[in-house]
């Protein structure tokens, strides 16, 4: 089955770090624009970041902070999550990104459907 499979996520107190690991398997994700997600309680799923080749993007909310970075090889996509905020409490998914030519984008299904995601919970 083609999927992506997040982890890394855990309990970290305001300030502290963790790095998301997301894991292709079936399909490699080179070529393909692979970004983060994340959905807070009562809140809508948000892009984070997502990167293709050398180039990423990251939100303004938590530029400076995370990065996310790739490695073909291992067929896997990180998130490096620094000074992290109790605002950043969500559960993160990681997904194919489509790019339209109007620079927005919308979740591609090459990599199925989303996963289950990996809790973040940061205490203040």
């Known amino acids: 089955q083609v999927q992506l499979v997040e982890s890394g996520g855990g309990l970290v107190q305001a300030g502290g770090s963790l790095r998301l690991t997301c894991a292709a398997s079936?399909?490699?994700?080179?070529?393909?624009?692979i970004g983060w997600f994340r959905q807070a309680p009562g809140k809508q799923r948000e892009l984070v970041a997502h990167i293709s080749g050398g180039t990423s993007y990251h939100v303004d909310s938590v530029k400076g902070r995370f990065t996310i970075s790739r490695d073909n090889g291992e067929n896997t996509v990180f998130l490096q999550m620094n000074s992290l905020k109790p605002e950043d409490t969500a559960v993160y998914y990681c997904?194919?990104?489509?790019?339209?030519?109007?620079?927005?984008?919308?979740?591609?299904?090459?990599?199925?459907?989303w996963g289950q995601g990996t809790q973040v919970t940061v205490s203040s």
């Open positions: 079936r399909r490699t994700i080179s070529g393909y624009r």
């Open positions: 997904a194919q990104v489509v790019r339209r030519s109007d620079g927005s984008y919308h979740v591609g299904t090459d990599f199925g459907p």
